[in-house]
């Protein structure tokens, strides 16, 4: 029997119950899984019978009432997520259907490995049109009182983000003494730009390649459970800006568009404006996800986190170079110079 000691006896026998209680067999084999940047421990569980589903242990019951809500929503909707099995009673606990391994980062991987670039344009077309789905038609009814970390992605949400990134990132990165105020300017620049947009969607919060997942030809979404009310485009950036993704900026320029079109079918939008607003949340996501990096790196101790660092620099500095106007954010573009030199 496959089964990690590092898990402890009392966490095997809670995920085993489940398993046993909806397959009416045991599991004989348990693998960990990698988590990420989560604390959840993951397993993938088989019986002798072949029957499969992932067992999930996490302490913060507050973020698997999320996710099993929200995943019963989508679920009503038609909207291709995981079905939730079965769940202790202190919501400590879940068990749900295998996916299997295939992430869209792994997939896109592969397709460039073999140049076919044509089969990833498709799967990340397919992706964007998925998004819509859960944002609005199936986002506007969504219980957002499910929500255990923000309820939505407004100025409080934005500035926690970016103190994240000043603690968790600058901190560490930036060596030279920071000025506060003209930094602020900055922050306070860009918060103003993205509370332009409106917010009454659901925000997917990390739709990003890694939770895409490929399963008998079909994309499935996971990890929607930090979900909140928000703006559409938050999610098209953190799928785009993906820095583990590397998409290129000739196709990202291009899935720009296929969103703004897409969505336009779902809500009324001025096409042009959201062209114009992306670029901001492209800003916020990637100073997020720095603030991540560095705490998942250098604090947790996974290392892997690293190395998105440089590829995330690359494209904010991109992004000020090339879509933002010159007098906008001089701290901010001054900082990031100075980082990658």
Request: with cysteine.
């Amino acid at each position: 029997m496959a089964v990690s000691v590092k898990l402890g006896k009392t966490l095997y026998t809670e995920v085993q119950r489940l398993f046993n209680r909806h397959f009416g067999n045991n599991a004989n084999e348990i693998e960990p899984l990698t988590s990420h940047g989560s604390d959840r421990i993951i397993l993938r569980m088989r019986s002798s019978g072949s029957e499969s589903a992932i067992g999930i242990i996490n302490h913060n019951a507050a973020e698997n009432r999320a996710f099993i809500a929200f995943n019963g929503h989508f679920r009503k909707f038609g909207l291709n997520v995981p079905e939730i099995f079965d769940k202790t009673s202190d919501d400590f606990s879940y068990l749900m259907e295998d996916l299997g391994d295939t992430t869209l980062l792994k997939k896109i991987s592969e397709c460039r490995n073999s140049s076919s670039a044509d089969e990833e344009k498709k799967l990340y077309f397919s992706a964007i049109e998925a998004l819509p789905e859960f944002q609005v038609k199936a986002g506007r009814s969504v219980d957002f009182s499910y929500c255990y970390q923000f309820n939505e992605f407004g100025e409080e949400n934005i500035r926690h983000d970016i103190n994240y990134f000043s603690e968790r990132f600058l901190s560490q990165y930036y060596k030279e003494k920071i000025n506060k105020i003209e930094l602020g300017k900055d922050y306070d620049c860009l918060i103003k730009k993205l509370l332009v947009a409106e917010r009454k969607n659901f925000l997917y919060r990390d739709f990003q390649s890694r939770n895409i997942m490929i399963k008998e030809g079909k994309l499935f979404f996971i990890d929607f459970q930090s979900g909140r009310r928000g703006a559409l485009l938050y999610d098209i950036a953190s799928l785009l800006y993906d820095a583990r993704a590397n998409i290129p900026q000739y196709d990202r320029e291009k899935y720009i568009e296929h969103y703004i079109d897409t969505v336009g079918y779902h809500v009324n939008i001025d096409k042009s404006l959201y062209r114009d607003q992306f670029w901001y949340f492209a800003i916020i996501r990637i100073i997020q996800a720095l603030g991540a990096y560095g705490y998942l790196g250098l604090v947790k101790g996974k290392s892997r986190f690293l190395d998105s660092i440089p590829l995330a620099l690359r494209n904010i500095c991109y992004i000020f170079d090339n879509k933002i106007e010159t007098g906008n954010f001089p701290y901010l573009r001054k900082i990031f110079s100075e980082i990658t030199t």
